[in-house]
């Protein structure tokens, strides 16, 4: 392999343009736990679904076609023009209290690369040139080596965010764009998103900037002590796969923020030791199979994922919601009972006196 060297005057200059240009910024991450995250990609050129799924390390091109819901029908081949945003998936792991993507991607080092370039110009900003270094024990930031392979850390978090488990998206920030303006477009508040950027003013954001924003993620069944993909947090419009491939999943707030799980029709991933999907028929009198769902008088019941192991089993359950009116309001409520006894013994009275008055 050759060795690519930057002279010293020239890395100077890149290093301090680099210094203005990028506002990458760390996420907190305290969690112990690993999870999935997204962060946003903006093309400096023209190129294809495929070539970003090989830059960012994905396996399979559904997991971007899932994060952008797209059809899964999308060609690898699609193009994706210059300046053009994706929402790129990756997994997430807590590093020294800050949150960095789990050993991936992996970037090979191509001739005429410097670090500059590739946090800059490859990576679009995500991260900056010593943050690299620092990941992959490069004492000499002017001097790597073609073919070298370089693990390239993605900002992500795994910390719940009120009390709750949150997707962690990185979204960079467009020009003309406003904490406000972001904080009402993905469902939370500016107070928030200052709070997690450690942003003082927020006149300070700056187009570019990687903002560390809280998604909302659909109710699971999915429980920790059963299942190996917990927490499985989907956000809205949005889809994965999970179950070694073999369950689909995805989230519309509209179906009120209630997972919706189904068999993908796809075969076990290849890493995994299952030779077909299991069985994902829920157990009880009303032997439903997962997605489907029965109605009884007022109650819904739908049969739910609820996480797989390693054993091939997928996991279901029962889950019922009722569709009638609020029981508080209903014709058979209490409260409506209530109501229609005291108008009874109003009419009873009024009779009365107009017998007396009559008389």
């Known amino acids: 392999m050759g060795v690519h060297f930057i002279p010293l005057f020239l890395s100077i200059l890149l290093l301090s343009t680099f210094a203005v240009k990028s506002s990458s910024q760390r996420f907190k991450c305290r969690s112990p736990a690993t999870c999935q ?27 971007i076609l899932g994060a952008n819901n797209l059809p899964l029908s999308t060609s690898p ?21 800050t949150g960095v993507s789990n050993r991936k991607p992996v970037y090979t080092v191509q001739p005429g690369d410097g670090l500059y370039h590739i946090a800059a110009e ?92 809280p998604l909302q993620a659909c109710n699971s069944s999915v429980k920790a002590a059963d299942s190996l ?3 499985l947090l989907v956000s809205n419009g949005t889809y994965i796969f999970t ?11 509209a179906n009120n923020w209630t997972l919706q799980c ?17 069985s994902m028929q829920c157990q009880g ?22 996480g797989f192991s390693r054993n091939q089993t997928i996991f279901t359950t029962l889950a019922t919601q009722s569709t009638c009116p609020s029981s508080n309001t209903g014709p058979g409520s209490s409260a409506s009972k209530i109501e229609l006894g005291w108008n009874l ?7 009365i006196l107009l017998c007396v008055f009559v008389i």
């Open 37 to 63: 995250a997204l962060v946003d990609y903006v093309s400096p050129n023209t190129t294809t679904l495929s070539h970003i799924k090989t830059l960012f390390s994905i396996k399979n091109l559904r997991s």
């Open 77 to 97: 081949n699609r193009t994706v023009n210059a300046k053009q945003t994706l929402k790129i998936p990756f997994p997430c792991l807590c590093r020294n209290a």
């Open 122 to 213: 490859v990576f679009s900003g995500l991260l900056t040139y010593p943050e690299i270094a620092a990941v992959n024990n490069i004492t000499d930031v002017n001097l790597i080596n073609v073919g070298q392979k370089l693990w390239i850390p993605l900002p992500c978090s795994c910390d719940e965010v009120g009390g709750m488990k949150v997707v962690h998206y990185g979204h960079v920030v467009e020009a003309g764009s406003s904490l406000d303006l972001i904080a009402r477009e993905y469902g939370t508040s500016e107070a928030t998103l200052m709070t997690l950027n450690n942003i003082v003013n927020a006149s300070s954001l700056k187009a570019g900037q990687v903002l560390d924003v």
């Open 229 to 231: 993909d917990y927490p």
């Open 243 to 253: 179950a070694n491939n073999c369950v689909k999943c995805s989230c519309d707030a």
């Open 262 to 278: 189904e068999p993908s029709g796809l075969q076990p991933s290849a890493n995994s030791n299952w030779s077909t999907c299991p």
């Open 285 to 306: 009198d009303n032997n439903l199979y997962m997605g489907n769902t029965t109605t009884t008088n007022c109650d819904s019941t739908t049969c739910a994922y609820a």
């Open 345 to 351: 013994l109003f009419c009873f009275i009024h009779i």
